[in-house]
Structure formats: C-alpha cells, structure tokens
C-alpha cells in the first residue's frame, strides 16, 4: 500500500523568509506523479506544485520549488519569500495508480506566515 | 484550468433528515469523482469513488447506505446524506480528474460544510 507523511505538524516562518515542508512517500512503482495542495482558511483545495517522478529535474513554480530525493522517497517543498497568503495547511499527496487513481494525502502541516 | 463546482457551500439541517451536496465538472467530463470528508485540522479522509454509469466504490469503514453517491451524467455527481445526525457534521469535499489532461491531477469543489442540529 501506498503511504504519505508529514511529521511536521505545524510551522511557523518570518514573512520574506524561507521554508521548507517535508514530506516522504513509499510506493513499489517507478513511474508516479506526487503533488503538494494549499488549503487556505477558505478550505479551497489548490494545487501548488506537481513532480513527474521520471524527470530528474526539480519542479519549480515562481516562489515554490522542490526538492525530491526519489531513492530516499523524499518530496519536500520550499516556500522562497514567503508571504503572508502563503499562510495555509499544506498536504503532500500520491496518485495510486489505475483507471481510477485516487489520492493518498499526508496529515497535513499548519503553516503560519509571521508578519 | 478545469473546474469543479460544489453545491452548497454550506448547509444547516434537523437531525434525521438527508441532505444533497453536488459535485459538477464544468468544462471537461469526469468519468470518475472522488469524496472526501474532513474534520478541522486534519487530513482528507477519501470516502468513496464515484464512476459514471455504475456503482461507487466505497472505502473500508464508510456506510453505503449512509452516503449515497450518484454519479449519473459525465459532469455530476451527489452526494446524499441519509438520517443525518450530529456526528455526520463535517466538510465534505469533492474532486474529478480530468482524463484528457492524464496526470492524474486532481481539480477540487469548493466544499460543503454541513451542521446537523
């Protein structure tokens, strides 16, 4: 079975500053997609970023990159200048694979942006 | 981007009695839809699997008498809660994919939030 964590439950950063969320997965395949949500309080599900697990090359999307280790199974997301909007539940999330690939998600991390 | 648009946004009702909260795709067709429940500060707990034209699939644990899905068009699916009760009190929130995009992307409603009284 497909599993997704997050440890972190909650962190907090100073506004222009950077952080990073962690976040590692175990699967038996070798071609997968992993993506990181935003959940902002009005609880809209926004995808933040999305990683081909058969490209090497790091995604990146303006102010969100990642930093993913596929031998160590590591997905982890930096937040570069962080802003206040930035200030929402973050969740790792893994596609089964199938017709009807479903998403596992993580616990979720709070991400507070200090002004 | 894909869209998907939930109904309603949020929704007050008397213990015992059932509720409807839709699901709609508006500019792509979803073979396959996806409900999920959530309490505060947690996770997305997947409820079930919701396929055009047959039954859905649910997950271990969920009551299929409870939570009927529907999912009869390529662009709509419900959600019904039966005999509601206090404890069914959640947000509820559901996604499609849209498989002409084939990265198995996921495109969320903007959730349901329902109070049982």
């Given at each position: 079975?497909?599993?997704?964590?997050?440890?972190?439950?909650?962190?907090?950063?100073?506004?222009?500053?950077?952080?990073?969320?962690?976040?590692?997965?175990?699967?038996?395949?070798?071609?997968?997609?992993?993506?990181?949500?935003?959940?902002?309080?009005?609880?809209?599900?926004?995808?933040?970023?999305?990683?081909?697990?058969?490209?090497?090359?790091?995604?990146?999307?303006?102010?969100?990159?990642?930093?993913?280790?596929?031998?160590?199974?590591?997905?982890?997301?930096?937040?570069?200048?962080?802003?206040?909007?930035?200030?929402?539940?973050?969740?790792?999330?893994?596609?089964?694979?199938?017709?009807?690939?479903?998403?596992?998600?993580?616990?979720?991390?709070?991400?507070?942006?200090?002004? | 981007?894909?869209?998907?648009?939930?109904?309603?946004?949020?929704?007050?009702?008397?213990?015992?009695?059932?509720?409807?909260?839709?699901?709609?795709?508006?500019?792509?067709?979803?073979t396959t839809m996806f409900w999920y429940r959530q309490f505060p500060k947690q996770s997305l707990m997947l409820?079930?699997?919701?396929?055009?034209?047959?039954?859905?699939?649910?997950?271990?644990?969920?009551?299929?008498?409870?939570?009927?899905?529907?999912?009869?068009?390529?662009?709509?699916?419900?959600l019904t809660v039966t005999s509601a009760h206090p404890e069914d009190s959640s947000f509820y929130i559901c996604s499609a994919r849209d498989p002409v995009r084939g990265s198995t992307e996921a495109f969320f409603g903007?959730?349901?939030?329902?109070?049982?009284?």
């Amino acid at each position: 079975a497909q599993t997704v964590t997050q440890s972190q439950p909650e962190m907090s950063v100073q506004e222009a500053e950077t952080v990073t969320l962690s976040c590692t997965y175990d699967t038996s395949e070798s071609n997968y997609y992993l993506f990181w949500y935003k959940q902002p309080p009005s609880r809209q599900m926004i995808l933040v970023i999305r990683q081909e697990a058969y490209k090497q090359q790091n995604a990146t999307e303006n102010r969100f990159s990642v930093n993913f280790q596929k031998a160590a199974k590591s997905f982890s997301l930096k937040i570069s200048d962080s802003q206040l909007g930035d200030t929402a539940m973050y969740f790792c999330a893994f596609p089964s694979t199938g017709a009807n690939s479903k998403l596992t998600f993580g616990k979720g991390i709070t991400l507070s942006v200090r002004p | 981007g894909a869209v998907v648009s939930q109904h309603p946004s949020w929704v007050i009702c008397k213990s015992g009695t059932s509720v409807k909260i839709e699901c709609r795709s508006l500019d792509f067709q979803a073979t396959t839809m996806f409900w999920y429940r959530q309490f505060p500060k947690q996770s997305l707990m997947l409820m079930a699997t919701s396929n055009e034209g047959s039954k859905a699939t649910y997950e271990q644990g969920v009551e299929k008498d409870k939570f009927l899905i529907n999912h009869a068009s390529l662009t709509l699916s419900t959600l019904t809660v039966t005999s509601a009760h206090p404890e069914d009190s959640s947000f509820y929130i559901c996604s499609a994919r849209d498989p002409v995009r084939g990265s198995t992307e996921a495109f969320f409603g903007q959730g349901t939030r329902l109070t049982v009284v």
